[in-house]
């Protein structure tokens, strides 16, 4: 029989994910090769030995628990997985309901928060062991806060009685047990139920690493700081050749069960393309012509089929993250052109269209776009697909 840990953490990993927009729930999808939720655990396993209870979407408890168990280690038996409700809260009392009798202290993580450091665990735990019947770790406010309504800033307000709320928030177990019992709103956190039910909430220090995934730039964010692109070196007697170009092509069959979608633009009524994302051949090649000026890759190096979360994305996704990529590595863009070779759709009326909205998902890059038949040869000719070929300049930032 395993000895019964004093503390439990609910990681919360239940969120469908919607403002991410990775095509999966958030907590499945991908900072590296490992997802959100996995990183998220690695903080909790390195934290005292607890008792861990995650609460997953229905019917993705399998893959939750799959992910438990690789990053558990020697403490597999410590591991379940529960379902989660419709909203946070009743997503943690699902939690809660999954703890051990004998646990004193529960912990609620949210899995977005997948980068919290372990010792922040260790000061929540440290001010409830002084006595405390809760505690949640703060960030200052460094921006400076505004009222607003409507359109109109109304007034300052005082950020030095404010502080940001992160994860894992604790409590002693008959605390939050009580402070649940008896809620009947709808709170943001665990901190807010309990200190309406009257208990004090203590703070100790949060860590900026403890940022939450919310939006695709938190994203990008937490992997630039997990697998951050190594800088171009740069030998200032020997400087980079000015500039640099690469070359990119991409091809996609008709067949996608979607409405098109070419050069970041849709087109009702036309037959879409088959890929693993919405077969845009036009941005993919710009995304393989930047890649190569760069020297990163191409894009399935970034943007493989075993990325979950760009399946079904379109150009805005691929293109933005090129440039952020670019940008870590020290370039800047100077100019793409791309042709599309293609039967159809009719390209010429919405030329100007396309190369906004391209520019704009490059950060403003100048993007030129042709279009051109092949007079019914080869496989665009007979009207099978798309081909496209880029080619792109880049320049030292």
Known sequence: MIPVPRVAVIVVAAGSGTRLGG????????????????????????????????????GREGDALTEALEAAGDRRDLVSVVAGGASRQASVQAGIHGVWPDVEIVLVHD????????????????????????????????????????????????????????TPQGFRRDVLDAAYR????????????????????????????????????????????????????????????????????????????????LAGLLWPGEQGLSGHSDGDAVAHAIVDALLSAAGLGDIGTHF?????EYAAAHADAFLSRTHALLGEAGWRIGNVAVQ??????????????????????????????????????????????????????????
């Open 23 to 58: 095509g999966s729930p958030k907590a499945f999808v991908g900072i590296d090769e490992h997802t959100i939720l996995r990183h998220a655990l690695r903080g909790v396993f390195a934290a005292p030995e607890a008792q861990v209870v995650i609460v997953a979407p229905a």
């Open 111 to 166: 899995a977005a928060r997948a980068l919290t450091p372990s010792d922040v665990f260790d000061r929540v735990l440290a001010a409830i062991d002084a006595g405390a019947d809760g505690a949640i770790p703060v960030l200052p406010v460094v921006d400076t806060i505004k009222r607003v309504e409507g359109a109109e800033v109304v007034a300052a307000v005082d950020r030095s009685t404010l502080s940001a709320a992160q």
């Open 182 to 261: 008896a809620a009947k709103d709808e709170f943001t956190d665990d901190a807010a139920l309990v200190a309406a039910a009257g208990h004090p909430v203590a703070a100790v220090a949060g860590d900026p690493l403890a940022f939450k995934i919310t939006t695709p730039a938190d994203l990008d964010r937490a992997r630039g700081l997990v697998a951050p692109i190594a800088p171009v070196p740069i030998d200032l007697d020997r400087l980079p050749p000015v500039p640099r170009v690469g070359v990119g092509t991409d091809v996609h069959a008709f067949g996608g069960e979607d409405d098109l979608w």
């Open 304 to 308: 493989g089929t075993d990325r979950p």
């Open 340 to 397: 599309v070779q293609s039967n159809r759709p009719r390209f010429a009326p919405r030329r100007a269209q396309a190369e906004a909205v391209l520019s704009a998902a490059l950060g403003g890059a100048s993007v030129s776009v042709s279009a051109t038949t092949t007079d019914g040869l080869g496989f665009t000719g007979a009207g099978d697909g798309v081909a496209a070929f880029a080619v792109a300049v880049i320049l030292p930032a």
